[in-house]
């Protein structure tokens, strides 16, 4: 398949973008609203063109598992949830972060706490950056916000948890996942073989089909404290360096902003019109929009703060991403919150209001 355009909902582009990518195993659950994901492959059934195993399992306990499992022969497996299966899943995260596997793991955000509502939210920001499970462990964790960035991010999500060794993250609120949208598909990549596999990855387990890797020992079990706490430092290391290189953000009218707008996912698409409406009213709004919520792009959020009178950090949530943004200009100008709950969406007006009233401009 060659470069395609189309137009499709975002949960939609990225299953395409995933075949596309040479994904060897999908395993999942189907839940409202990211279906689409799983319903797609199934209807692709790339298992007769590409040879990718797609499957819907009996619960997202046994999709992170399966995921290990996949991940420990060098394979590019991925799974798709929601907020309540991703909470499921968190035991298995973190084990796939102590054995550093790389995979994919997409999270298709909904109002909660619980099973909440089917509607779009950000509230599982904590649970994505923060680490939903056990031990000192990051996700790379990516923020679309078209569904462009639904498929481009695939890749670009796969490419850094091989390079890293570790599990990688797209997050996405319902409202990008369900969206339609033109969409520039990517070219097809070949799938690797198994003995390309064992020399890229000398890490991986194949059964001992390649002599010198039988002995691989895949797991994040290890009784010594010493060689416990090495492990650990070193998996510090490698998340402190990809603090330094790998943060993402991209700005909009922010080096003149008086009141800077920080904002990610289709939030930040919201904020994007209401620069436009405020500057028409004389407000000089600007924008920071997170694509890596981790790692968080502190650096872009303070230079573009540096001229501004404070920041207005805009989430479908109670306020999670604004403790990062408060730590990314140290608390030198005031850092206020503003966002809806349950699935109710802001209009670009609400922000500029909301903008005026906290600020009193």
């Known amino acids: ?76 497996a991925m799974t798709s949830s929601s907020g309540p299966g991703i909470s499921l899943m968190q035991g298995g995260i973190s084990y796939l972060c102590g054995a550093n596997l790389p995979c994919l793991i997409v999270n298709v955000m909904r109002g909660g706490p619980g099973l909440g509502t089917i509607q779009p939210s950000q509230a599982d920001y904590y649970q994505a950056v923060k680490g939903g499970g056990h031990g000192d462990y ?130 930040a698409r919201i904020c994007a019109k209401a620069i436009d409406i405020a500057r028409a009213q004389g407000l000089k709004l600007g924008l920071v929009r997170p694509i890596t919520l981790w790692p968080f792009p502190s650096a872009y959020i303070r230079r573009a703060a540096e001229h501004a009178r404070g920041i207005l950090c805009v989430e479908l949530n109670a306020g999670q991403m604004i403790d990062d943004v408060r730590i990314a200009v140290n608390m030198s100008i005031p850092v206020e919150h503003y966002g809806r709950l349950g699935g109710v969406v802001f209009t670009p007006t609400e922000i500029v209001t909301a903008a005026r009233n906290i600020f009193k401009l």
């Open 1 to 76: 398949m060659d470069t395609e355009i189309r137009l499709m909902k975002g949960n939609e582009a990225l299953a395409h973008a995933a075949i596309r990518y040479g994904v060897d195993a999908y395993f999942g659950y189907p839940i409202t609203p990211q279906s689409e994901i799983i319903e797609t492959l199934m209807a692709q059934r790339p298992w007769l063109s590409t040879g990718m195993t797609v499957m819907q399992v009996e619960s997202e306990v046994s999709a992170i598992h399966m995921v290990y499992g996949a991940a420990a022969t060098g394979k590019r």
């Open 138 to 267: 990051k996700l790379f964790t990516l923020a679309p916000s078209s569904v462009q960035e639904m498929a481009d991010f695939v890749a670009i999500a796969f490419d850094w948890a091989f390079r890293n060794s570790n599990p990688a993250m797209i997050l996405a609120d319902g409202t990008v996942g369900q969206m339609m949208e033109k969409v520039v598909l990517p070219p097809t990549r070949q799938r690797l073989t198994d003995g390309e596999i064992a020399h890229k990855y000398p890490w991986a387990i194949d059964g001992g089909r390649h002599s010198r890797m039988a002995s691989n020992r895949i797991a994040s079990l290890e009784l010594d404290a010493a060689v416990m706490e090495q492990r650990n430092c070193e998996r510090q290391h490698k998340y402190e360096l990809a603090e330094q290189h790998d943060a993402r953000a991209e700005e909009l009218c922010a080096n003149d902003a008086e009141i800077l707008i920080v904002a990610f996912g289709s939030a």
